[in-house]
């Protein structure tokens, strides 16, 4: 029987994750679900970004699926307990952040190379991300930073993915981790679609998309045949599953992510 | 006794509104409603800012005011007859789009000058300007352009109020218009925060602030005694009004706006 994943984001970033499951999770099916009714989450209080979180999940739920995806970074740093509550211990959930954090740290050029995380405020506030390095290799914190990039997601969303404005943007962000190089933690959905600018602002930097690392897992929490270069394995070429789209408000979904409605 | 003007907006912009009505309407008191917990509502459908607006209006008509002002031009433009429609005919409701037609309209250098609203995508989109201006003076809808400025608002509450990045937003958004000079409505809240810098990017333009005129009807319709120029009138020194704040989402309020939450 097809597997069916549940995606849940806040809006139009979870897509860059659905483009990795649907290359690694050979065959499986998908439900999307962007709460574009509500977003953005990543500058809303802990106690909203839980109960929508909560809402979408269940919501999810009633479609039948294999497991859930949190793609969005700010629900799975604030709400991914109360998600697993909700919709009870049979259904696996995963969320962004340790699989981030394992992308993260494997690749890592040396043990003590700088680790900088970019993410919404929410997600910052959150402190999820240094919970989860330090769960995963104590001591590791010394090496982390944070950076908030709150304008990001309205720039991109505007679909200034190439435009001066957004490279000035980011460089006013980034540009005073312009000292010795390590790896950068795109910890929001969005990131992934100027990762070209992040490399670009960054020389030296190793930037990392979290989504394949995400994908991996969930092919393995479902025991789902895992397609494993999908970037140059030729089976990316076979049929991909099926995408049932799903947003709280239409009518607020940007016009850049029509586009990446039927990713390839 | 005291009147109280409940003031509703999708965030913090409506200060901006709530200013203007301290200066006008002396001696009222004043509720503010921030649906912080949407903002913002400027890219969300018109039904989703329906139901919100009505949602809010319906709280406020619980804290026993004598007039309701929707701040927010987006709200104004898509909500203002379900508001009616939601808190019966007893209670006066003040949008932003009418007064700020008037008051565009009076700044009109000649009867021909270009016609400029600045305003959010819904806004744009809502068509309620053009409808307005049309309903207050016919034809001059000819002159009539309006510019959706999405970025504008996220800069404005990150706080990059005098950020050279703001400044070549705003290019992009109004540098095509410089042209002949004529008269532009900033028809979003948070505008006023940056008139300067409109007027600097607009050389010859007259930027309009409709809060003023708003704050003026608002003083007719309730029968209070109206300070004329507040601006320039000692009678400003009064003490003004006391403020209830209220916000659906108390964390999600901008650092920046916390300055602001008791103006002069």
Known sequence: MTARIGVFDSGVGGITVLEALRKVCAGADFVYLGDTAHVPYGTKSPEQ???LSVACAKQLVTRDIDALVVAC???SSWA????REAVGPSLPVIGVVEPGVRAALAALPRPEAPLLV???RATVCSGAYPRAFEAEQPGVNQYLKEQACPLLVPMIEEGWTDHPILEATLKEYVGRYSGQPGVALLGCTHYPWIQSLFERAMPGWVVVNPALQVAREVAERLSLPKVENPETNASTLLPQGNIEW???DL???PQFAF???TPG
């Open 251 to 253: 009518d607020a979904v």
């Open 118 to 120: 970019l993410a919404t």
């Open 73 to 75: 970074n700010t629900a």
């Open 49 to 51: 970004i839980r109960t």
């Open 80 to 83: 991914l307990e109360p998600i």
């Open 259 to 261: 586009d990446r409605l």
């Open 246 to 248: 799903w947003f709280t």
